[in-house]
């Protein structure tokens, strides 16, 4: 953004998922509120230009 440089975190995405479900006060998002957390919180995927969204259904087990 603006000329500057954003370069890709090196958290995988089942840690990005992770962090986001963790910072909920509930444990539980949806899909689109993950989304949104990542975005929120790594400006990288708020302005990459590749498609980093899950498109297929995918289960994730429970952290508890």
């Keep these: ?3 500057t440089a954003v370069f ?3 958290n995988s995405y089942s840690s990005l ?3 986001a479900i963790l910072s ?3 444990r539980r998002l949806l899909l689109s509120e993950i989304y949104d957390w990542i975005q929120e919180n790594h400006v990288y995927y708020r302005y990459c230009n590749i498609n ?3 498109r297929a259904p995918f289960f994730v087990r429970p952290l508890c």
């Design 52 to 54: 980093w969204k899950v």
């Design 17 to 19: 998922i992770e962090s």
């Design 8 to 10: 890709k975190p090196p």
């Design 24 to 26: 909920s006060p509930t």
């Design 1 to 3: 953004p603006g000329g």
